[in-house]
């Protein structure tokens, strides 16, 4: 009753904010992501009735309170879903920055997902998984499917409907690269659920964030087919300000921006101008990601290393999809 599963972190090219039910996590809107082959979670789950409750171990911290908490409703989910009543120990650990705005909660319930399900002796397909993984965290329904995938939002109250799928594999567009840039490695003061439940409640934006996303989805998909990157990156980069413009308006504002955060885009804008075709995305962090083609993705990670407020960067092509491990963390 153990299995240990990898699964990527990935980062929406067409966002996904806000709830149409938050007990079931189910979006007001679909959302596209690629999913990156740089940034990793690895998570071992051990069922047995030597644990008397379950115990969350992260990057070799145990870890209580509402984290705690959240991994524990996803494994009673699980067990329920399973019809299996052991305790489990849960190991995890991430390459990146965890809850700085760089999707770890994507990747991180996407591999216990899998590995929960597997120390169980149930095998699903990956549209049940996305489904199930969706009800711990949103966005690691996504990370079940490498390369390309759209979460449907879905119309069904009991979520049956809502799930993700690939629209194109990790291999389909080789030449795509994201450059993830870390100007705050710490985490953020107010996570992303909290954040879209209050601007869904109180931004006068809302509204037109809605009414603009069908646009937003049929730009990228279209661009993603075509492989036209002038199409995705301008879709993304417009998308991204268009979320962030709901939260500044939210009350109280959201501002995941920092000075470094500005800086980053001022750097992008400037490499555009001088010729360098590449565009910028920003999920609810400080973090800028930075769209590129290959051929040109050494030069942008230069300048953006340079820059003093830039910590690290990480250099990410389509990853693989959520996988089972051989080699556990315990």
């Not at 650990?93 to 399900?117: C, D, I, M, Q, V």
Request: with cysteine; proline share 3%; hydrophobic share 40%.
């Amino acid at each position: 009753m153990k299995a240990t599963a990898t699964a990527n972190a990935n980062i929406a090219l067409v966002k996904y904010w806000g709830k149409r039910d938050e007990k079931l996590i189910l979006p007001t809107n679909s959302s596209i992501s690629m999913t990156t082959d740089k940034m990793t979670t690895t998570t071992t789950v051990e069922f047995g009735k030597k644990y008397k409750s379950d115990i969350f171990v992260l990057n070799g911290k145990k870890i209580s309170g509402k984290e705690s908490k959240n991994v524990q409703k996803h494994l009673g989910l699980i067990r329920k879903i399973c019809k299996k009543k052991e305790k489990a120990r849960v190991e995890s650990t991430n390459n990146f920055p965890t809850a700085a705005g760089l999707a770890s909660s994507a990747s991180g319930f996407a591999a216990l997902t899998l590995a929960a399900t597997h120390a169980l002796c149930v095998s699903f397909d990956k549209k049940h998984l996305s489904i199930i993984a969706r009800q711990g965290s949103g966005s690691a329904c996504r990370s079940i499917f490498g390369g390309f995938a759209e979460w449907k939002h879905g119309e069904k109250s009991d979520g049956t409907d809502s799930y993700a799928h690939q629209i194109a594999p990790a291999e389909y567009w080789k030449e795509f690269t994201m450059i993830a840039t870390v100007v705050f490695a710490g985490e953020k003061k107010i996570k992303s659920r909290a954040g879209m439940k209050q601007t869904v409640k109180t931004s006068p934006l809302y509204k037109s964030w809605l009414e603009t996303a069908g646009n937003d989805l049929n730009s990228m998909r279209k661009g993603i087919f075509a492989k036209n990157f002038p199409i995705v990156g301008k879709t993304a980069e417009s998308n991204a300000l268009k979320m962030h413009a709901t939260m500044f308006t939210t009350k109280p504002p959201i501002i995941y921006w920092s000075p470094a955060t500005i800086k980053v885009i001022k750097a992008v804008q400037e490499l555009r101008e001088s010729g360098t075709e590449c565009y910028f995305t920003m999920d609810a962090g400080p973090q800028v990601k930075v769209l590129c083609l290959k051929k040109n993705a050494k030069k942008i990670q230069a300048k953006l290393s340079n820059l003093t407020e830039v910590q690290k960067t990480i250099l990410c092509a389509p990853g693989s999809h959520a996988k089972i491990s051989l080699e556990h963390l315990f």
